[in-house]
């Protein structure tokens, strides 16, 4: 369980890479580190495809140490590094020009905003030499297939969404996108995290990224079998079902209400289930936050670090839940696969596992009826209906999800099937995911969108030279038919392979279905049949897609603009700590944002508060160790992982340590712009450069010098505590997703 920080999925599986890709651009990602066993698949790349493998990190990390090609890039510049690519691809015609035509809107504005990032301009925003660039920019336009990778070194900022726009409008261009050994594999954090993305543990959205539109809800009414109003009835007056709740990046502003806030009342009570809390930016305000609430609840298999550093003394109170060891289910895999998992034992001692934590509160609380009555619901006859008295959690939670979840494609998803894929795993190729003798047809774990319970699962999104029923698609009509008087719909070019519709088609709606698949239906199928694809629980409309050998999703143009964002076409924007203060006038950030997860959030205000690299000269990265992982409780309490890095610690330059009359292992105070610090050893580095500082984040138990030993439970602190970076992380959110900027900060070094 985890927040879900990384957003995207795989658009191709690690034996892809491994099979097919010839160059691998990894940006913003630390696989040799973060995923060292997909990472060995890019490994194998290079020995098998003589791949090339590019990496751009501001750190030179374990994974550059493994690449063809390393780019030392300045934090928060990888708009403008891509566009000074894309410079040079369009000067000398290297795009794909009939991909670009047939199937991307709005690549025109690229092109133009692009025409200003010349080798000389990018070098001197990013810090990239010219001649790398231009190198780079040649071995990309001429090396096909290649994929990019990325992680959190592109999300976690100011302009993360902007980030993950560039990447693929870059793969868009080179047309690689829908191939073999190419696409955009953005790696995920936590096991499952997929699977939270997906179920949207989101204050934005339903699952299966449905949003919280009132024809939403009523398609999750009729799915959960309980009536509308009731649903309404939850919230403190209706509109708020359409609005977005607090971010957990953010969260703390309710409560301590310093700000305005869009809310009916503030935050009191905290339920905390499966994030460390240290692990969230502004921890010093997360800590004011958690003293003043008037309850806290953490439902954990560890004692969650929130619980300790907090002064609050009384109603905080820590429900033991079971690991994934002791629970049965399915979870999802950074490639859009299921994977079914048996428990090994039962919940231990008193332990529970989380959804009987959940239940037992929905009992309390009067809607244990509403709360799981799907899963006993059933499809029978194209409606509908409760078939029995009591449910089996782990499979009838899944088939919940595959009758509900259409928008991603998860209908094949049934627990009869992803149960026999792992019996069956002998019989599946882990390298093309392909079954063999019983499981010939079908792919290992159903990569979604797997339609309907024939479809074999689609290893490579918007492939359209394998045919539907097979895996293939078109990229999907979202955005309506038309933008501008331009058509959104894939050109007639593109006909998905075996499709008996030509060309480009929109999604398919009870409206448009007998046009577009050029069919009747019978009275009986048009008094069944829901709206559209997407809330169509009969499955008519998915079943007359699959005998034209039709994507409901539609097949349509992919948009590099989108013209509902702030920026249309990705911007390069400086961080709003920028460490050059001459280039915030030439590319400043946003204006400052109001009520977005029901807060306010500082842009410009902040970028041009005060000269900030003045006082604050040094950048600071963070990253991930091999060691820890996430807020790090979990792995700070076994002996052997935490005795590999004993103590908090920071990278520095043996250049920049000089500066500070620091010795190798000295402590040295962080100083922040929000004006926290923290105290951490100074660790000689050259992975760094000596403008520098890269912390790793998965300490807790220590904040701005104090240590909070005493706070733990007898018997339960573990072997190493210390300082979390995210005390002096700097102040900046993503202006749609609010991530916070991990990434992209400035500190002040003070010997100890
Ligand atoms: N051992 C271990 N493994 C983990 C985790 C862990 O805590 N420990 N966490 C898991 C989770 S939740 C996740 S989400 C994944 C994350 O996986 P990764 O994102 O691969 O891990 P990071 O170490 O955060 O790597 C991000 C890289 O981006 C770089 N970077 C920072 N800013 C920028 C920038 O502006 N531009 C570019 N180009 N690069 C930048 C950093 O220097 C860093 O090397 O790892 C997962 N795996
Ligand atoms: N500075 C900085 N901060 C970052 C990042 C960064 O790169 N830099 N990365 C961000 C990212 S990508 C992420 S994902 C977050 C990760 O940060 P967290 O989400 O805080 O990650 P974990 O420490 O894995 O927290 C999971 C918690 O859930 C508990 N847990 C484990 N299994 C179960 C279970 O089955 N049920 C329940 N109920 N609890 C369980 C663990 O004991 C742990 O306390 O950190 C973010 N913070
Ligand atoms: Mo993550």
């Not at 490994?43 to 990496?55: M, P």
């Not at 963070?622 to 060691?627: I, S």
């Not at 043996?654 to 100074?682: C, F, N, R």
Request: some cysteine; charged content about 25%; proline content about 5%.
């Amino acid at each position: 369980m985890a927040n879900t920080w990384g957003y995207g999925a795989m658009t191709n599986h690690f034996g892809d890479i491994l099979r097919h890709s010839k160059a691998i651009f990894m940006i913003g990602a630390n696989s040799a580190v973060a995923n060292p066993i997909g990472f060995k698949h890019m490994l194998q790349a290079k020995d098998r495809n003589n791949a090339k493998l590019i990496v751009i990190d501001p750190v030179f990390t374990k994974s550059a140490a493994k690449a063809d090609h390393y780019l030392r890039i300045r934090t928060g510049t990888d708009i403008a590094f891509i566009y000074g690519l894309l410079h040079l691809i369009f000067k000398n015609g290297w795009q794909d020009k009939s991909f670009i035509k047939e199937r991307v809107y709005g690549i025109e504005d690229v092109m133009e905003e692009a025409k200003k990032w010349t080798p000389a301009e990018t070098s001197d925003v990013t810090g990239i030499p010219e001649e790398q660039i231009i190198q780079i920019a040649r071995l990309m336009a001429f090396t096909k297939p290649a994929t990019i990778i990325w992680a959190l070194g592109i999300t976690q900022h100011s302009v993360g969404t902007s980030n993950t726009r560039i990447l693929p409008i870059l793969q868009l261009v080179l047309g690689n996108m829908g191939k073999k050994g190419g696409g955009c594999n953005i790696i995920r954090g936590h096991d499952n995290v997929q699977g939270s993305t997906d179920m949207c543990c989101l204050a934005d959205s339903l699952p299966g990224y449905y949003g919280l539109s009132k024809s939403s809800w009523k398609y999750y009414s009729d799915g959960w079998g309980v009536d509308y109003k009731w649903l309404e009835k939850r919230f403190a007056a209706p509109k708020w079902m359409n609005e977005k709740g607090f971010s957990l990046a953010k969260w703390w502003q309710g409560v301590l209400q310093e700000e305005k806030t869009y809310s009916s009342s503030p935050i009191r009570a905290l339920w905390v289930q499966g994030t460390g809390i240290t692990s969230m930016a502004q921890t010093a305000k997360v800590k004011e936050a958690l003293d003043k609430l008037d309850l806290l609840v953490i439902a954990e298999p560890f004692v969650n670090e929130a619980a300790v550093i907090t002064d609050k003394r009384d109603d905080i109170y820590i429900l033991p839940v079971c690991t994934q060891f002791e629970v049965e289910g399915i979870v999802t895999a950074t490639n859009r696969t299921a994977q079914w998992r048996d428990k090994v034992i039962d919940p231990l001692y008193e332990s529970k596992t989380d959804h009987d934590v959940m239940f037992e509160f929905a009992k309390k609380f009067g809607f244990y009826e509403e709360y799981t009555k799907a899963m006993r619901m059933e499809v029978v006859d194209k409606k509908l209906k409760v078939v029995k008295d009591t449910f089996n959690f782990a499979d009838d939670a899944c088939n919940e999800i595959a009758r509900i979840v259409k928008t991603i494609g998860l209908g094949g998803w049934t627990a009869k099937r992803l149960r026999e894929h792992q019996k069956q795993w002998h019989l599946f190729d882990p390298l093309t995911l392909k079954g063999r003798g019983p499981m010939k047809g079908q792919y290992y774990g159903l990569p979604w969108p797997s339609w309907d319970t024939k479809h074999p699962g689609s290893p490579i999104l918007y492939d359209v030279d394998t045919p539907v029923n097979e895996g293939g698609m078109g990229f999907r009509n979202r955005f309506g038919l038309e933008h501008d008087g331009h058509d959104l719909l894939a050109d007639d070019a593109v006909t998905i392979k075996g499709s008996k519709i030509k060309g480009g088609y929109p999604e398919i709606t009870a409206a448009n279905i007998e046009e577009v698949l050029k069919i009747k239906l019978t009275k009986e199928e048009k008094e069944l049949i829901g709206a559209n694809w997407k809330f169509d629980f009969s499955g008519i409309i998915q079943e007359k897609c699959a005998e034209a050998g039709v994507a409901p999703y539609g097949n349509a143009k992919a948009r590099a603009k989108v013209w509902n964002f702030p920026d249309q076409v990705p911007k390069h924007r400086e961080p709003i700590h920028s460490p050059r203060e001459d280039l915030v006038k030439k590319y400043p950030t946003y204006a400052d944002q109001t009520n977005n997860f029901r807060v306010d959030v500082k842009f410009s205000s902040e970028q041009n508060a005060q000269n900030w690299s003045k006082d604050f000269p040094t950048m600071l990265v963070t990253m991930r160790l091999v060691n820890l992982s996430g807020a790090g409780m979990l792995e700070r309490t076994s002996k052997y992982l935490s005795h590999i890095t004993p103590e908090m610690f920071a990278h520095i330059n043996p250049e920049l340590a000089a500066d500070y009359d620091l010795k190798d292992g000295d402590d040295m105070w962080l100083h922040s712009p929000q004006g926290t610090k923290i105290k951490v050893k100074a660790i000689y580095s050259h992975s760094v450069t000596p403008d520098r500082i890269a912390l790793p984040y998965n300490f807790a138990g220590v904040m701005q010098g104090v240590d909070y030993s005493a706070n733990y439970p007898e018997g339960t602190k573990p072997y190493t505590i210390g300082e979390s970076s995210n005390t002096i992380t700097n102040y900046g959110f993503d202006i749609i997703t609010q991530i916070p900027e991990f990434n992209a900060g400035l500190c002040l070094i003070k010997k100890a």
